[in-house]
Nanobody
Framework: QVQLVESGGGLVQPGGSLRLSCSAS????????MSWVRQDPGKGPEWVSA????????RYANSVKGRFTTSRDTAKNTLYLQMNSLKPEDTALYYC?????????WGQGTQVTVSS
C-alpha cells in the first residue's frame, strides 16, 4: 500500500532554514507527480509546491515562491522541500502527497514551527 513518511520538521527562528524529506514506498515513485501541502490548525490545507515525475518541472504557491525549493531523488524514492527565509506564517504541519495538487494519499506530516 502507499506509504509516505515525512520528516525534518522542527522549531526554527524567523529567517532560518529547514529541509523536509518524504520517504515514499508502495508505488512506483518515479511515475507520479508529487506535491507538498501544509495545514495550520483551524485552517484549510494550503498547496505549497509540486514537482514533475522527472523533477525537471516545479511549481510553487506565491506565498513560498523564491524561498522554497522542491526536489526529488528517484533512486532513494524521496521527495524534498528546502525551506529558506522562513517566516512565522510558514508555521504548519507539512505533508507530502502523491499528486500534483495535494490531493490523494498524505503521510502523517511533520511539524514546522517558526518562532523567536
Amino acid at each position: 500500500q502507499v506509504q509516505l513518511v515525512e520528516s525534518g520538521g522542527g522549531l526554527v527562528q524567523p529567517g532560518g532554514s529547514l529541509r523536509l524529506s518524504c520517504s515514499a514506498s508502495g508505488f512506483t515513485f518515479s511515475s507520479y507527480y508529487m506535491s507538498w501541502v501544509r495545514q495550520d490548525p483551524g485552517k484549510g490545507p494550503e498547496w505549497v509546491s509540486a514537482i514533475s515525475t522527472g523533477g525537471g518541472s516545479t511549481r510553487y504557491a506565491n506565498s513560498v515562491k523564491g524561498r522554497f525549493t522542491t526536489s526529488r531523488d528517484t533512486a532513494k524514492n524521496t521527495l524534498y522541500l528546502q525551506m529558506n527565509s522562513l517566516k512565522p506564517e510558514d508555521t504548519a504541519l507539512y505533508y507530502c502527497a502523491r499528486s500534483s495538487d495535494g490531493t490523494g494519499s498524505w503521510g502523517q506530516g511533520t511539524q514546522v514551527t517558526v518562532s523567536s
